[in-house]
Every structure is written in structure tokens, then in C-alpha cells.
């Protein structure tokens, strides 16, 4: 049994003082406050002001501590493209032709290499789990590998050596554009058809699924999706840009969501990714069928994509998750924010989202997109997850130390510790490798 002294944690929808946790099998099985485990116990607690301070194994964390972070929407490869797509003005479009380019060099060694560094990057911002939106299957040249699943295979292998849960959403994409056939680096996305990729997928025991976007999978193929992922969490791109949105109704006489709700698409197991260029009715059939709507704000600016309505969705019924996506910046509490800030923006009005709200959105809500609804609260029986944060910080100095600290005020340079699964994943002073590792990766991969 391990033990934790938390000076400040958020607890039942609040930030409370002194909460002492008990962690046993990966699980909380006590959280409580101090008074309250000391009348329990019947023993004094040492002096609390120390760190590391520990009496038998009750350790202090000082400082103000949250429950793991979920980053729902993550492409891992993009991270070696960070600081080298802002040289020219470009477009969505334009990029993407950077980002094939880093696809198609990618090979499953190089490939762990590279998502071992990114997801360490993550797990240091307090991120305990991830969903890997992953469509680099095959070779380059579009042809199986040996086994046809060991691309995904290494992203679990790297997961794993980060100290990271992943839900592996093993990506659907048959098409370079509403009937157009794959072309170039995109061949290696490819199975097909819709059943050879249930077939590849079968092997995947655990794994999710997701549908690219309607521009890369057929109206024809999405009920073989559907019917392969039957409880599983099923993540699919909607609406991030307006050339997709005039395509599909151009192909189909529908917008994109329209066409995912006539092929039984959405749903409380199904993620919209960015869901940025709605209709009203758009919004009332995510509301409905309560899909959540997964934003990447900072992705989205990145990128220029626009700005999603975050808060009427929400209203109408869709729960709102985050994703760091293309990981232009790895920071989920930029991404809290962001949301907030954004409509602020787009409506010049403040105060559409509360601190608790978006802290609830990278949390519990998060997980629950990815399967995880045993994760995402500091509670007995839930995963035990643990982010720490400093509050000494001059970004975090002065702020309160309360949930606004953590959602307007922290980074993820502010994270002392991490805890995923009842273990230490990631103590402050981890960078300076992490750091070595994503330039050793990218240098490799690149040169």
C-alpha cells in the first residue's frame, strides 16, 4: 500500500485541503481529508511542511493536485514537425503536404523512437492517458508489414515505456477524397476496403477504432465500421475545415455530420474531432446522440482552421474533451483554456466555460471518451492518477492555488510529479532527457 498527504487537491468537484490517499493495486482505496484519516487511524501524522517528507509510506505532495489528464486526439508522428511548417503562410492543405513527407519516412523503428519521446513529453505535462489516432499502417510502398499491425504495436510499446495508458484508435482511411483513390505516401494509411480493415483490426485486442474524416471513407463503408467497433470508442475527424464540409454535400447532398447520423455514426461511445464548421442541425444531432466533440484549440489556431462552438454543444448535449492533436504544443492546460478564451473571441463576451467545467473536460470526461470511466477522479475505485502541481511558479505564484490556478494560470512546466496507475511516472527534473530523447528521434528521422 502506498500513501499520500495532498496539501491541496480537487476532490468532488472542489479544491480541498489535506487529503490523504491510500493507493493499492494501481486503485485509490481511501481518499479523505487529513482530520478525518487521522480519527480513522488514531495516529498523528508527521509534520507535513517537508518534500520528500515520508513516515512508513505516506509521502507530502505539496502544492495543488489534479487528477491525470486525458489527451484524446494526438497524432504522435506530427510531433517532428513542431517549429518547421511556420516558415511560409500556407494553408490546411499545404501542411499537409509537410506532414506526408514525415510520413512516408517513418518505419516501426523509428516510429517507437519518435512516439516514446512524445509521449514522455505528454506524461511530463500530466497527461496519464492518450488516444492514438493512428492511420500509418502499412509500408511505404502500401504493402503489409510481416505482421500487419506492428506499426500500432510500437505505439503500445512506446505508451508503455513512457508510463502512459493509450487507447489505440486504429483509423479507417480508404480514400484520398469522397471516391478518389489513395495517392502517393497515403497508400500506406489504406487496407482497401472497410472489412479488410476490420479484419487487420480483429488482432488488436483492446484497441479502438476511428473513421478518418468522411473525405477518406466511403458512405458505403461507415456501417462495416460501426458494426466492427460495437462498443468501443470511435473517434472520427468532422467538419475541420469549410473544403470538406462544401465536398461532401457537393458528393452526397448532406453536410458531414448529417452523413454520419444517417450511418449510425454518433453515439456515446463515438468522438467528434474538432466539429469546428457546424449547422444548427449539426449541433442538435452530436447534442442528441450525445457524441462528445473532442476540440484541439491549439492545433486549430495552429492551422487557421477557426473556431469551434464549443458552448453550444455543450448545451445541446455533447460533453466536451481535449486533444493536443498535431502537437504544435503539448500543454492540456493551454487547451482548458483555450476553449474558454476562443469564445471569448468569437463572441467578445467572457465567462462561457467555468474552471471546473474544462478541468472536468481533461479529465473524467476525457477518459470516459476513451473507455477509461474508471479514470479521471481523485475517488475510491478509480485509477489511481495523480498531477502535481508547484504553485510557487511565477506563472502560478499569488493565484489562489484552487482550480483556476490549474486551468488559468498553470502550464505544463509547472507539473512536480505525475502518478499513473499508482506509480511514479515523471518527477520535475525528467526534461532535460526527454528533451534529448525528442531531438535524438526527430534528428534521426529527419536527416
Same mark, same amino acid.
Given at each position: =500500500?502506498?500513501?499520500?498527504?495532498?496539501?491541496?487537491?480537487?476532490?468532488?468537484?472542489?479544491?480541498?485541503?489535506?487529503?490523504?490517499?491510500?493507493?493499492?493495486?494501481?486503485?485509490?482505496?481511501?481518499?479523505?481529508?487529513?482530520?478525518?484519516?487521522?480519527?480513522?487511524?488514531?495516529?498523528?501524522?508527521?509534520?507535513?511542511?517537508?518534500?520528500?517528507?515520508?513516515?512508513?509510506?505516506?509521502?507530502?505532495?505539496?502544492?495543488?493536485?489534479?487528477?491525470?489528464?486525458?489527451?484524446?486526439?494526438?497524432?504522435? @508522428?506530427?510531433?517532428?514537425?513542431?517549429?518547421?511548417?511556420?516558415?511560409?503562410r500556407g494553408t490546411f492543405w499545404t501542411w499537409r503536404e509537410q506532414m506526408y513527407a514525415v510520413a512516408e519516412r517513418l518505419d516501426p523503428e523509428s516510429y517507437l523512437a519518435l512516439a516514446t519521446a512524445t509521449y514522455r513529453e505528454m506524461v511530463a505535462g500530466g497527461v496519464t492517458a492518450v488516444g492514438e489516432f493512428h492511420y500509418l499502417h502499412h509500408q511505404a510502398d502500401g504493402t503489409a508489414y510481416a505482421d500487419p499491425n506492428e506499426m500500432g504495436?510500437?505505439?503500445?510499446?512506446?505508451?508503455?515505456?513512457?508510463?502512459?495508458?493509450? =487507447?489505440?484508435?486504429?483509423?479507417?482511411?480508404?480514400?484520398?477524397?469522397?471516391?478518389?483513390?489513395?495517392?502517393?505516401?497515403?497508400?500506406?494509411?489504406?487496407?482497401?476496403?472497410?472489412?479488410?480493415?476490420?479484419?487487420?483490426?480483429?488482432?488488436?485486442?483492446?484497441?479502438?477504432?476511428?473513421?478518418?474524416?468522411?473525405?477518406?471513407?466511403?458512405?458505403?463503408?461507415?456501417?462495416?465500421?460501426?458494426?466492427?467497433?460495437?462498443?468501443?470508442?470511435?473517434?472520427?475527424?468532422?467538419?475541420?475545415?469549410?473544403?470538406?464540409?462544401?465536398?461532401?454535400?457537393?458528393?452526397?447532398?448532406?453536410?458531414?455530420?448529417?452523413?454520419?447520423?444517417?450511418?449510425?455514426?454518433?453515439?456515446? =461511445?463515438?468522438?467528434?474531432?474538432?466539429?469546428?464548421?457546424?449547422?444548427?442541425?449539426?449541433?442538435?444531432?452530436?447534442?442528441?446522440?450525445?457524441?462528445?466533440?473532442?476540440?484541439?484549440?491549439?492545433?486549430?489556431?495552429?492551422?487557421?482552421?477557426?473556431?469551434?462552438?464549443?458552448?453550444?454543444?455543450?448545451?445541446?448535449?455533447?460533453?466536451?474533451?481535449?486533444?493536443?492533436?498535431?502537437?504544435?504544443?503539448?500543454?492540456?492546460?493551454?487547451? =482548458?483554456?483555450?476553449?474558454?478564451?476562443?469564445?471569448?473571441?468569437?463572441?467578445?463576451?467572457?465567462?462561457?466555460?467555468?474552471?471546473?467545467?474544462?478541468?472536468?473536460?481533461?479529465?473524467?470526461?476525457?477518459?470516459?471518451?476513451?473507455?477509461?470511466?474508471?479514470?479521471?477522479?481523485?475517488?475510491?475505485?478509480?485509477?489511481?492518477?495523480?498531477?502535481?502541481?508547484?504553485?510557487?511558479?511565477?506563472?502560478?505564484?499569488?493565484?489562489?492555488?484552487?482550480?483556476?490556478?490549474?486551468? @488559468?494560470?498553470?502550464?505544463?512546466?509547472?507539473?512536480?510529479?505525475?502518478?499513473?496507475?499508482?506509480?511514479?511516472?515523471?518527477?520535475?527534473?525528467?526534461?532535460?532527457?526527454?528533451?534529448?530523447?525528442?531531438?535524438?528521434?526527430?534528428?534521426?528521422?529527419?536527416?
Open positions: =500500500m502506498t500513501a499520500y498527504v495532498l496539501e491541496r487537491a480537487w476532490v468532488e468537484g472542489a479544491v480541498r485541503d489535506e487529503v490523504y490517499v491510500e493507493i493499492e493495486g494501481g486503485r485509490f482505496t481511501y481518499v479523505t481529508p487529513v482530520r478525518e484519516s487521522r480519527r480513522r487511524s488514531g495516529e498523528a501524522f508527521p509534520d507535513l511542511r517537508g518534500f520528500p517528507r515520508t513516515s512508513g509510506e505516506t509521502t507530502r505532495l505539496p502544492g495543488l493536485t489534479i487528477p491525470g489528464l486525458a489527451n484524446c486526439h494526438s497524432h504522435a @508522428f506530427h510531433r517532428a514537425l513542431r517549429g518547421r511548417t511556420q516558415r511560409e504495436h510500437a505505439l503500445r510499446e512506446a505508451a508503455h515505456q513512457a508510463g502512459l495508458r493509450i =487507447m489505440l484508435l486504429d483509423t479507417c482511411y480508404l480514400s484520398s477524397g469522397f471516391g478518389e483513390p489513395p495517392q502517393g505516401v497515403q497508400r500506406r494509411f489504406s487496407d482497401g476496403t472497410a472489412a479488410a480493415w476490420a479484419e487487420r483490426v480483429a488482432d488488436l485486442r483492446g484497441a479502438g477504432a476511428a473513421i478518418h474524416s468522411v473525405r477518406a471513407v466511403p458512405d458505403d463503408q461507415l456501417r462495416t465500421i460501426v458494426e466492427a467497433s460495437n462498443g468501443r470508442p470511435l473517434h472520427v475527424h468532422l467538419s475541420e475545415q469549410t473544403k470538406e464540409n462544401d465536398d461532401c454535400v457537393a458528393a452526397y447532398g448532406a453536410t458531414p455530420t448529417q452523413l454520419l447520423a444517417d450511418h449510425g455514426v454518433l453515439g456515446p =461511445m463515438t468522438s467528434a474531432v474538432h466539429a469546428t464548421h457546424l449547422t444548427d442541425d449539426d449541433v442538435h444531432h452530436l447534442g442528441s446522440t450525445r457524441t462528445h466533440a473532442c476540440f484541439c484549440p491549439t492545433t486549430e489556431r495552429d492551422l487557421g482552421d477557426g473556431i469551434g462552438p464549443s458552448r453550444a454543444l455543450s448545451q445541446a448535449g455533447s460533453p466536451l474533451t481535449l486533444g493536443s492533436d498535431s502537437h504544435a504544443v503539448i500543454d492540456l492546460f493551454e487547451e =482548458m483554456r483555450a476553449v474558454e478564451l476562443d469564445e471569448r473571441l468569437a463572441t467578445r463576451e467572457r465567462g462561457h466555460w467555468s474552471a471546473a467545467e474544462l478541468l472536468a473536460a481533461a479529465t473524467s470526461n476525457g477518459h470516459a471518451s476513451l473507455g477509461y470511466s474508471d479514470a479521471g477522479a481523485i475517488a475510491v475505485g478509480q485509477r489511481a492518477d495523480l498531477v502535481t502541481l508547484d504553485t510557487t511558479t511565477p506563472r502560478t505564484a499569488g493565484t489562489g492555488r484552487d482550480e483556476h490556478t490549474a486551468v @488559468f494560470a498553470s502550464s505544463a512546466a509547472d507539473v512536480v510529479q505525475v502518478v499513473a496507475d499508482g506509480q511514479v511516472v515523471y518527477r520535475r527534473g525528467d526534461d532535460e532527457q526527454i528533451g534529448r530523447e525528442l531531438d535524438l528521434a526527430i534528428g534521426r528521422l529527419l536527416s
